[in-house]
């Protein structure tokens, strides 16, 4: 089993910053992707950033260059993601996650409203 706790969300004004962080605990396996997803009303979850054991690194074409996925693998585990140049259409609930085929597991997320 992996626990996963969110925060850091908010609300910030268009332009402006934030930075989440996941923190893990539990079975927590080295050969692991960690990542976050976001989910607005009446949307799909989507792909926000994803981080391969430290080593790779993905990123939705929507935030390639605002926003940076980055881990610290002392236990426990932490994820963050540096989002800069926050825009409206960034708003939604954002969602932790782990995977170490074939679990994953989804932390409870946190909400980050970006106003105009």
């Known amino acids: 089993q992996v626990q996963l706790v969110e925060s850091g969300g908010g609300l910030v004004q268009a332009g402006g910053s934030l930075q989440l962080s996941c923190s893990s605990s539990?079975?927590?396996?080295?050969?692991?992707?960690m990542g976050w997803f976001r989910q607005a009303p009446g949307n799909k979850r989507e792909l926000v950033a994803t981080d391969f054991a430290g080593e790779t690194t993905n990123y939705a074409d929507s935030v390639r260059g605002r926003f940076t996925i980055s881990r610290d693998d002392r236990r426990p585990t932490t994820v963050y993601l540096q989002m800069n140049s926050l825009k409206p259409e960034d708003t939604g609930v954002y969602v932790c996650?782990?995977?170490?085929?074939?679990?994953?597991?989804w932390g409870q997320g946190t909400q980050v409203t970006v106003s105009s």
């Open positions: 996650n782990y995977v170490s085929c074939p679990l994953a597991y």
């Open positions: 539990g079975h927590i396996v080295s050969a692991n992707t």
